[in-house]
């Protein structure tokens, strides 16, 4: 009879002789000979396309890899590329999900019975197009042109802007200005006359200094900060976090001040004070460039660490430490304008706090502060000029957020609601690749304005709330799929990048570039589509360019020289600023000039009642926005949200964790999905956190239906920034809703 | 040679972007992984401190899932890399129970599955996936037994600790913290 020993000892045999049992592992490593490859493992250097990324903004070059099926495996980041330096995020990485996810739109889709309900029917494009063309042709006699507006977040909403300009109106928003980066694009284009630009021009690589307002680098997954944070750690740069959660930044900071929530601008104007009063400031920098010093001293004269402290609860010696620190390090600090900053409606003046905080220290300009970026420009095509609109949104808001250099979204959604006073409300939408029931606050108010409509257009890869209540859906390829504009944005040198498809489309998708010019033609207006294909203009393009869309394939980037050696202030010249004073603008002429406060003041923010508890929301660095939550391969990585909760809570509300509950606002509104609770000390016990973008209520995505809540739900009262029309979203307050969760 | 990998806590976010990357480039099934991400929080609000690290098979020297693999589908390869022969695997679960790191599974197609330290990759002078495509370039890999690798140099400049020690598997996987 064969023993356990023998049996082993037999196979072990068949393996090439190896006595496994009892051997010592320094025999073993000498006898067993390497494995050559693995068997399930790819060929490394396949086919590869270039791309550059789609699954959030920040738009990394890549090469997607196909194998001899031409079926895409993997998409490896693009080495020369500074937006991700060879290395994509986590979402970059798992974008062949997006191409593979089995329950993407496949067809056009023709609406049959009323909105709010989803019911559709399958139609060819041409049938689409008729419809859309139809129904814009009946807006543009009845109302005007202008009446349509286009939301738009994603490449190819270009070509619908430039249908929809062709067309007649140049409503053209996205939610990224007045629901995201709005407030600091103003604050910094009131201070120091330019825009902080994404990617963001922050110098963070060479830092000695960074610190976070609420902004959770490293959950936020802007590949490039991250990677340059990363190496700031390395260089042992101090980074200071102020957040009233334990974010991953917190983690990894010297200083982590648990700040309480909606206080923000106390601890701001006392970093100003103390830098101010102890001379800590850059003296040559502020003299040489900035305007309204003298006000500024003596508006924050009263403001010290121990009035602040009475608000944020921050020590008065961390004050002056933190304080002490970023001088320190001056001008080589960052204060970092965060990225999604409408939180509680006085966030531009927020946003100008940190700016004045730069200009003291002196880093606007300088190397590990702020650097001037550089990008090139492609060139414009011939085609028939423009009609000039007769009106646009601003006509919904008169004398309102003149400083608002973009459109505001959301104030395209109140204005197609109809009121007595107001000729014209928006009578058509078409919506490209933003899930607005998710991005925009008040979800009923979203719901009653589509109601108004008379055509609603979604352009999409994938069936989203939004598309729901579309009367046509028009299904896009993804990105992996089709060709898009040129990538050009601003970074320290100016570089391009080329996406081309990797693979024919699935199903009956196809690129926005191709739908803008058909639809374009049935409007007749084809004069301003004069290129047959895509590649014809891109290739036209290009070459102006000084390269090729061949030579374009086969680099994927393309670096350029920039014009001039600026990218930082040269010390020795001088420098005009595109503000009015021509100078960095401690006092705001352009914020005065508008009747608000030239130079920012601390309010008080209501306070959650006894009960509630502040909603706040962030990102998790695997997924974007709510767009992601059915990609399979990210899913798999998270496939719901949570609710954190501080123990103390937790132990009030008898709430375990893991406990799924709903959550119900101060407006009486309940989430629509239940949240599992994660009890966590990370948490302040004022407040609540969750992940954004999940909740998802659209039956047709099974990975993310009813996975986690959505803080949108909750979202339902929004503090408006008055300077630049901004949402304020973090003045909610929720209470535990724990019985009949099936309801 | 000793293949080795050194991960910085001090570093990792914990995206998670080494499991995807494993998994398109391992052609790993959804619903499985290779490596995987652990956060451990510490102490009470507001004096708290958070460890991420990112974790995989040890590839430890005296490997007890080698030891009791009764068909050596389980092996050690050139560097002390630990192994599974696919075809070789019987699937009974021996090594999966055997590990103190919970760093194999049954994969959907019969055999146990697990980190490979990207060997084929290896073999072809590129790191292993993980290592590649970390945006915090939180992972250094290299033979041990070269005192100029890049992981030799780094274990000798920094504080590491390796994962349940006690076990007796001698782990090749270090975390810098």
């Not at chain 1, 220290?361 to 423009?386: A, Q």
Request: glycine fraction near 8%; include cysteine.
């Amino acid at each position: 009879m064969a023993t356990r020993r023998d049996f082993i000892k037999v196979s072990a045999i068949g393996v090439g002789g190896l006595a496994l049992a009892g051997s010592s592992y320094g025999l073993l490593k000498k006898v067993i000979p390497a494995v050559k490859g693995n068997e399930k493992a790819q060929k490394v250097i396949p086919t590869r396309t270039p791309t550059y990324c789609e699954i959030c903004f920040w738009k990394c070059a890549a090469w997607v890899h196909t194998n001899d099926e031409g079926k895409i495996t993997k998409i490896i980041g693009h080495d020369s590329d500074p937006h991700c330096n060879g290395r994509l995020c986590p979402r970059g990485t798992g974008g062949v999900g997006m191409y593979y996810d089995d329950e993407r739109l496949k067809t056009p889709l023709i609406r049959t019975e009323e909105r709010g309900l989803q019911v559709f029917r399958e139609a060819t494009w041409d049938e689409a197009f008729e419809y859309i063309a139809g129904k814009m042709k009946k807006i543009a006699v009845e109302h005007g042109p202008e009446c349509v507006a286009l939301f738009t977040h994603g490449s190819g909403g270009a070509y619908f802007g430039h249908m929809l300009k062709a067309y007649g109106s140049d409503n053209i928003g996205a939610p990224s200005f007045a629901q995201c980066r709005g407030p600091r694009e103003v604050a910094f284009q009131s201070t120091f006359g330019d825009l902080v630009m994404s990617p963001e021009r922050t110098d963070i690589r060479d830092t000695r200094c960074l610190v976070l307002i609420g902004s959770h680098i490293g959950e936020n997954m802007h590949n490039g900060q991250v990677q340059e944070m990363s190496d700031a750690i390395d260089k042992g740069a101090t980074i200071i976090t102020v957040d009233p959660r334990f974010s991953t930044a917190a983690s990894k900071s010297k200083y982590w001040l648990p700040i309480k929530p909606a206080t923000d601008i106390a601890l701001l104007l006392a970093w100003i004070h103390e830098i101010i009063y102890n001379e800590w400031y850059d003296k040559k920098y502020v003299e040489k460039h900035t305007y309204g010093f003298d006000q500024l001293k003596e508006h924050v004269k009263d403001m010290t660490p121990q009035w602040a402290y009475g608000i944020t609860g921050i020590d008065p010696n961390v004050i002056y430490e933190t304080a002490r620190e970023m001088a320190n390090a001056s001008p080589a600090v960052i204060v970092h304008p965060g990225r999604h900053v409408t939180w509680y409606g006085d966030d531009t003046q927020r946003l100008r706090a940190i700016a004045i905080l730069n200009a003291l220290l002196g880093s606007w300009g300088r190397r590990g502060g702020f650097y001037f970026p550089e990008k090139v420009d492609v060139p414009k095509f011939n085609h028939p000029p423009y009609p000039k609109p007769k009106r646009n949104w601003r006509d919904a808001f008169p004398g309102m957020y003149n400083l608002a250099e973009e459109v505001i979204a959301s104030g395209i959604c109140d204005a197609t609601i109809p009121v007595p006073e107001r000729e014209c409300a928006f009578k058509g939408w078409i919506v490209y690749g933003t899930n607005l029931i998710f991005t925009l606050p008040d979800q009923q108010k979203t719901i009653k304005a589509i109601q108004n409509l008379d055509l609603m257009v979604a352009v999409d890869t994938m069936p989203m709330e939004i598309t729901g209540w579309a009367d046509v859906i028009l299904p896009e390829c993804t990105y992996l799929e089709r060709y898009d504009e040129i990538r050009v944005s601003p970074h320290r040198e100016p570089y391009i990048a080329l996406r081309m498809p990797a693979t024919e489309p699935l199903y009956n998708t196809k690129p926005a570039w191709w739908m803008a010019k058909e639809l374009g033609k049935k409007l007749g207006l084809a004069d301003f589509f004069p290129f047959e294909t895509i590649e014809e203009q891109l290739d036209w393009q290009l070459k102006q360019m000084g390269t090729s869309l061949d030579e374009m394939k086969k680099l994927g980037v393309k670096k350029y020289e920039r014009a001039a050696d600026d990218l930082y202030l040269d010390e020795n010249e001088p420098f005009e600023f595109n503000t009015n004073t021509g100078k960095i603008e401690l006092f705001s002429t352009a914020i005065l000039a508008e009747g608000f406060d030239p130079m920012p003041k601390y309010t008080h923010h209501e306070e959650p009642p006894e009960g509630f508890y502040r909603l706040n929301y962030g990102r998790a660095p695997m997924h974007t926005f709510s767009r992601t939550a059915n990609n399979p391969n990210l899913t798999d990585l998270m496939d719901e949200n949570t609710l954190w909760v501080n123990p103390k809570v937790a132990k009030l509300w008898d709430l375990k964790n893991d406990q799924y509950v709903k959550l119900k606002n101060q407006d009486g509104f309940v989430s629509h999905t239940s949240i599992k609770v994660r009890v966590t000390e990370r948490i302040r016990w004022d407040s609540v956190y969750m992940v954004h973008g999940f909740g998802h209520r659209q039956p047709q995505m099974k990975r993310s239906y009813f996975r986690g809540a959505s803080d949108a739900d909750l979202i339902t009262r929004v503090h408006v920034d008055p300077i630049m029309g901004g949402t304020g979203m973090r003045g909610n307050f929720v209470t535990f809703v724990t019985e009949n969760l099936e309801a | 040679m000793r293949y080795a990998m050194a991960i910085d806590t001090k570093k990792c976010v914990g995206c998670s972007d080494c499991v995807v990357a494993c998994q398109t480039e391992n052609n790993v099934p959804i619903g499985y992984c290779r490596d995987w991400v652990v956060e451990v929080t510490d102490g009470t609000y507001p004096q708290l401190e958070l460890e991420i690290r990112s974790e995989r098979c040890n590839h430890c020297s005296n490997a007890p899932c080698v030891r009791c693999c009764p068909t050596g589908a389980s092996h050690y390869a050139e560097g002390g890399i630990v192994l599974v022969t696919a075809n070789k695997c019987i699937g009974c679960g021996a090594c999966i129970a055997s590990c103190p790191y919970d760093a194999r599974f049954p994969h959907p197609d019969g055999h146990v599955d697990k980190c490979t330290y990207c060997n084929h990759r290896l073999l072809e002078g590129l790191k292993p996936a993980c290592v590649s495509v970390c945006p915090t370039k939180c992972m250094y890999f290299g033979d041990l037994d070269d005192p100029n690798s890049e992981v030799s140099r780094i274990i000798k400049k920094r504080k590491w600790k390796t994962l349940i020690p006690e076990a007796g598997t001698s782990p090749e996987l270090y975390f810098l913290i």
